[in-house]
């Protein structure tokens, strides 16, 4: 089984930011491709930005130029930067992970526990 760890939410000031970490742990083959999702009160979950296994990088747009990801595949890990943070970024942050069990297994979503970000004055 595996477990999807995230830190370092919290609250910031407009225009501040924050570094969010996600780190997996468990017994698993692979994983794939890593990401940040967010949910706002009352709106779905949209995606923040993802990152392959070989660092290919996507971003939603609304966050572009604000945000970097990156992942440290030896740790297991995905961390996102946030710069120049908004009030419209106040969300559960969630870390998502495609996971293969063994060679051959089709890859299944695991999720994470979720980090709230407040970004307020």
């Known amino acids: 089984q595996v477990q999807l760890v995230e830190s370092g939410g919290g609250l910031v000031q407009p225009g501040g930011s924050l570094r969010l970490s996600c780190a997996a742990s468990g017994s698993f083959f692979s994983l794939n491709t890593m990401g940040w999702y967010r949910q706002a009160p009352g709106k779905g979950r949209d995606m923040v930005a993802t990152?392959?296994?070989?660092?290919?990088?996507n971003y939603a747009d609304s966050m572009k130029g604000r945000i970097t990801i990156s992942r440290d595949n030896a740790k297991n890990m995905i961390s996102l930067q946030m710069n120049s943070l908004k009030s419209e970024d106040t969300a559960v942050y969630y870390c998502?992970?495609?996971?293969?069990?063994?060679?051959?297994?089709?890859?299944?979503?695991?999720w994470g526990q979720g980090t709230q970000v407040t970004v307020s004055s």
């Open positions: 998502n992970a495609e996971v293969r069990s063994h060679w051959g297994a089709p890859a299944y979503d695991v």
């Open positions: 990152i392959t296994f070989g660092g290919s990088v």
